[in-house]
């Protein structure tokens, strides 16, 4: 195959489902499917589609979503409606038990809201990994691409944090059928924390999450450093805390040896990464300091260990930050070169801010409360919990 400055180009499979760019969490929430849809639009107008095969699938069916979630769970997101929800009667009751809805009548502000097409758009989000994961068993794709996916909150009987069905769990349960051991990796600003637990006493899956931990930051109290897993999972659930502010340089920092080191003590025949944007700069919910070429140096390099490689979205809280980000991760992926100037195309007023550039600066003067002694201590546990694992 072509060369190219990333090496070697790789067989890229990509969903998308234009199903999913209509579904409105409600007006004012934070959470903007439309933001794969200006990703998409952003990835066709660089002419990135002709690089890559079109995943076609299904929506996800209740059996392959009951793989991890409780059935009752998966009756309730099938049945619930925004008017069923609003009658206040025994399936607002059933919903706020699976905590969907809102907790006080009139609370607008609710993250897990009983959305009009919700079983549709979670079926489709989750039969994007699903056919993922499946392009990656089968070696039809070296790299499989879902920017819908990596709802990493979602548990096995309740919503969370905007994730409903948990679609990377479903697609790890898929990638086991035929790897031995896959590894996870999850640079959201948010910790991973139902990947985590449901694979929190497995030897066959390693989750890693670097994620943001101050001070009543979602979701609280996970995601420690001294959290390693428990059981056959001992030491294979890693977890890098971070204060506010950390720019490309202090993250590459963790990283690079960190995982390095996971590579090294884990071995794994597979990598999923969950991609989720709002640890970039400027984000409405992330208070990081990373830009796009630093979020997608990560990107880049799991890719350098030539396994196969699923590619989730997540948070991302700033759209037009978000969808940048996520095209030039699919050019990486691709491994091929864009422009930095931003094709005319159909959302591209939403870039007139960035000045029509792919790459927008960083926030300047932001205080990075990394401290190296805080950096270094990070290191030091997560480097020595590794050491666990060496053979
Ligand atoms: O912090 C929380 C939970 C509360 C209760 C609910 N209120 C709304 C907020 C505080 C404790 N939730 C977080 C959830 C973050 C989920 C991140 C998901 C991902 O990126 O990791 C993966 C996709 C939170 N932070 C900010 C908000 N919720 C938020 C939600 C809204 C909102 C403003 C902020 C929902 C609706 C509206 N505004 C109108
Ligand atoms: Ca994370
Ligand atoms: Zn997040």
Not at 221 to 234: A, F, N, S
Not at 240 to 251: S, T
Request: proline share 4%; hydrophobic share 35%; net charge negative.
């Amino acid at each position: 195959s072509q060369s190219c400055p990333d090496g070697p180009k790789r067989r890229v499979c990509y969903y998308y489902d234009r199903g999913i760019a209509g579904v409105d969490y409600g007006e004012d929430h934070v959470m903007v499917p439309r933001r794969v849809d200006m990703a998409h639009a952003l990835i066709r107008s660089y002419g990135l589609l002709g690089d890559m095969a079109r995943l076609r699938t299904r929506p996800a069916t209740a059996d392959e979503i009951s793989s991890f979630h409780d059935e009752g769970y998966v009756g309730l997101l099938r049945d619930v409606t925004p008017e069923g929800f609003a009658a206040g009667g025994e399936m607002t009751h059933a919903a706020k038990g699976f905590n969907v809805g809102a907790f006080a009548k009139d609370d607008r502000s609710v993250d897990n809201p009983p959305i009009a097409g919700l079983w549709d758009y979670c079926r489709r989000y989750a039969g994007g990994s699903l056919a993922a994961a499946r392009a990656l068993v089968s070696g039809e794709a070296e790299i499989a691409i879902n920017w819908s996916g990596g709802l990493h909150h979602a548990c096995r009987e309740r919503a969370s944090g905007f994730c409903y069905v948990n679609d990377i769990v479903v697609a790890i349960h898929e990638l086991l059928g035929r790897f031995r051991r896959v590894l996870y990796v999850d640079i959201d600003v948010h910790h991973g924390d139902g990947v985590e637990t449901a694979f929190i006493d497995s030897a066959r899956v390693m989750t890693v999450s670097f994620h943001q931990r101050t001070k009543n930051f979602f979701p609280d109290g996970k995601g420690l450093v001294e959290h390693v897993g428990v059981g056959d999972g001992q030491y294979r659930a890693v977890n890098v805390p971070l204060n506010e502010g950390m720019d490309d340089q202090g993250y590459h920092g963790l990283f690079r040896p960190i995982m390095a080191k996971v590579m090294e003590v884990f071995q794994p025949e597979a990598i999923v990464m969950q991609c989720g944007g709002d640890s970039l700069s400027g984000d409405r919910l992330g208070n990081q300091n990373l830009s796009i070429a630093g979020h997608a140096q990560c990107v880049r390099f799991m890719r350098s260990y030539n396994l196969p490689l699923l590619l989730l979205g997540g948070g991302g809280y700033t759209v037009n930050h978000v969808a940048a980000c996520w095209c030039y991760e699919t050019a990486v992926a691709i491994g091929k070169e864009i422009d930095d100037a931003i094709p005319v195309h159909c959302y591209d007023s939403y870039y007139r801010s960035q000045g029509y550039k792919l790459h927008y600066p960083v926030a300047k003067g932001i205080k990075n409360d990394n401290t190296d002694f805080h950096v270094t201590r990070t290191m030091s546990i997560v480097m020595r919990n590794l050491t666990h694992l060496e053979a």
